[in-house]
């Protein structure tokens, strides 16, 4: 009996350091996610709730690319925290994990996190100039994109600590165009390829 109680002791222990650690790889380091609505079309097809449709093009995240010091770059495929006045904690990001997510009955891919392409970082001044951004004096090529954009944007200059995003999908997309340069805390992590569907792998 003593050694039965010890054996489960022991597999309960294991058990909660293993779901320890998956939290702590999902919330820190690396973490799935679920692209929503049409605003990165082409490049990730996303789900559209009012089509019967399962789901969407399904991405992996590394959160740790840019909590380790590195700087969001360029064209970089993100996931944003939309509430740009909201200030973010270390409980954002445990409250992120899918594992706490599914626990607590919590989607955290819906509403307040969007997947965009970084189009300005901290400096840069942009514009548009007959349907074309311009970065720095210097029209972008953008062979990514969906469409030509039907709708010019203010002028702008990024501010220190922030980057500029859009979609793929301009005319179809809320991004900084909407609601201004986003904090590069808000910045969550870097999408490094999309494994499903799994005809359609793709690192970026």
Not at 25 to 36: D, E, G, L, Y
Not at 86 to 97: C, P, Q, V
Not at 121 to 140: A, M, S, T, W
Not at 146 to 157: A, C, L, N, S, Y
Request: proline share 5%; hydrophobic share 35%.
């Amino acid at each position: 009996m003593i050694r039965l109680v010890s054996e489960v002791v022991n597999w309960s222990k294991i058990l909660l350091f293993t779901i320890t650690l998956s939290i702590i790889i999902s919330a820190f380091v690396i973490q799935p996610f679920s692209v929503m609505g049409s605003s990165m079309e082409p490049t990730l097809d996303g789900k559209d709730p009012f089509k019967d449709r399962d789901s969407g093009d399904r991405v992996i995240v590394s959160k740790s690319s840019y909590t380790l010091g590195g700087e969001p770059k360029y064209n970089d495929i993100v996931i944003i925290d939309s509430r740009i006045s909201k200030e973010r904690t270390m409980k954002d990001n445990l409250l992120e994990s899918p594992i706490v997510s599914k626990v607590l009955n919590r989607n955290y891919n819906e509403t307040n996190y969007w997947i965009k392409r970084i189009i300005g970082e901290p400096g840069d001044l942009l514009e548009y100039i007959d349907g074309k951004v311009h970065r720095n004096g210097k029209e972008l090529d953008e062979d990514y994109l969906k469409d030509g954009m039907q709708f010019p944007f203010e002028t702008i200059v990024v501010p220190e600590n922030h980057v500029f995003v859009m979609g793929d999908n301009r005319n179809g997309s809320h991004d900084s165009r909407d609601i201004g340069p986003i904090p590069i805390e808000n910045v969550l992590g870097k999408v490094l390829f999309r494994y499903y569907p799994f005809d359609n792998m793709t690192n970026f």
